[in-house]
Antibody, heavy 118, light 110 residues
Framework: EVQLVESGGGLVQPGGSLRLSCAASGFIFSNYWMGWVRQSPGKGLEWVANIRKDELEIYYVDSVKGRFIVSRDNARSSLYLQMSSLRVDDTAVYFC???????????WGQGSLVTVSS | QSALTQPASVSGSPGQSITISCAGASSDVGAYNFVSWYQQHPGKTPKIIIFEVTDRPSGVPDRFSGSKSGNTASLTISGLQAEDDADYYCCSKRTDSAYVFGTGTKVTVL
């Protein structure tokens, strides 16, 4: 059974940093593109970043470029999102996702809430 | 990177058909057939219901169907059922290899 379990969320002040982790199981992690999608409270979905299985291609939404870094450790079947210079509008539930279908997400984690507030 | 445009809400009675539009541009919806649709019930994680414009993952009822014309994609739900009451989001790959979601549509089954 495919499982994606996020951790590392919490309350952080504006300008602060946070690192999200996603532990994957139930599939060969190194065979898949992975990524992060976020959803602000009561709002819609927003694609944040994708990373190719060998890390040779990485893409970000414009609003996080230069502040967020996505990475992966295939040996540990883990995905990470290092977030810095956090802003109030980064407040959201962050979902770890697997891009298992052509151009589509087939599995979602339960999400990790990041709250940026003073 | 503007969100794709969806109607805020669509409603229908049980058994009816409804269609949700997803308007994009030649740099996203119009560029590829990598359009997908997701269903999200309150408090739940999204679930894929359509990928590559028209394909349904196994287990998704055939009352869900997708199409595309030019820069606009559409999701049709035929024979609306009570459990279809949910939020729906489209998503498309862009020519810069980023992805963009739609603004989301609240479907209400009357």
């Amino acid at each position: 059974e495919v499982q994606l379990v996020e951790s590392g969320g919490g309350l952080v002040q504006p300008g602060g940093s946070l690192r999200l982790s996603c532990a994957a199981s139930g599939f060969i992690f190194s065979n898949y593109w992975m990524g992060w999608v976020r959803q602000s409270p009561g709002k819609g979905l927003e694609w944040v970043a994708n990373i190719r299985k060998d890390e040779l291609e990485i893409y970000y939404v414009d609003s996080v470029k230069g502040r967020f870094i996505v990475s992966r450790d295939n040996a540990r079947s883990s995905l990470y999102l290092q977030m810095s210079s956090l802003r109030v509008d980064d407040t959201a539930v962050y979902f770890c996702v697997r891009w298992g279908l052509r151009g589509a997400v087939d599995y979602w984690g339960q999400g990790s809430l990041v709250t940026v507030s003073s | 990177q503007s969100a794709l445009t969806q109607p805020a809400s669509v409603s229908g009675s049980p058994g009816q058909s409804i269609t949700i539009s997803c308007a994009g541009a030649s740099s996203d919806v119009g560029a590829y057939n990598f359009v997908s649709w997701y269903q999200q019930h309150p408090g739940k994680t999204p679930k894929i219901i359509i990928f590559e414009v028209t394909d349904r993952p196994s287990g998704v009822p055939d009352r869900f169907s997708g199409s595309k014309s030019g820069n606009t994609a559409s999701l049709t739900i035929s024979g609306l059922q009570a459990e279809d009451d949910a939020d729906y989001y489209c998503c498309s790959k862009r020519t810069d290899s980023a992805y963009v979601f739609g603004t989301g549509t609240k479907v209400t089954v009357l």
